[in-house]
């Protein structure tokens, strides 16, 4: 029987994700929410399946209320040289392939175009066990704007 692999040093790099984390997001104004709003988000993160994949489940609330949920699955694509993330959320929207990643620094920033443009997600990790989430779309990936930050602390 062939031994099984370990997880690489890209896969242990999701790590510094895993735990339970929360923050006070700003949702910019958008076609969704012209006049944007804040919230609280709250995530819980854990590496399974070996430490090959970071799961992550999410809820965002709103004035008292529940405004979102979402579940994501990070890993390393070996084959491809890039982090994936798959984004599941209760949007309904359905993405065509999963966003891809790169560690630029301490920053893990995703890239992805879907049937309502393009969008990067980026994950600043900073020093004293927090990290700064960006959401951005643009219509042409050449004009952005914020959607939605917030910098997440230890729960």
């Known amino acids: 029987m062939m031994p099984m692999p370990p997880p690489t040093a890209e896969h242990n790099r999701l790590k510094a994700l895993a735990g339970s984390w ?3 997001e700003t949702l910019h104004p958008s076609p969704w929410d012209p006049k944007g709003c804040t919230a609280t988000g709250a995530a819980t993160s854990r590496m399974d399946m070996n430490g ?8 965002q609330t709103c004035g008292g209320q529940v405004s979102c949920r979402g579940h994501g699955v ?8 890039c982090y994936l993330m798959y984004w599941f959320d209760s949007m309904g929207s359905i993405s065509p392939s999963p ?3 790169r560690l630029d620094g301490n920053r893990l920033v995703f890239a992805q175009e879907g049937p309502m443009g393009h969008s990067r997600y980026v994950y600043d990790l900073q020093a004293d066990g927090r990290y700064h989430f960006t959401i951005e779309n643009s ?3 050449k004009a952005w704007s914020k959607f939605m930050e917030g910098t997440y602390r230890r729960a």
């Open 22 to 24: 929360t923050a006070e």
């Open 139 to 141: 219509p042409d990936g």
């Open 52 to 59: 090959f994949w970071l799961l992550t489940d999410y809820t």
């Open 99 to 101: 966003a891809k990643g």
């Open 74 to 81: 990070f890993g390393w694509d070996p084959a491809a040289n």
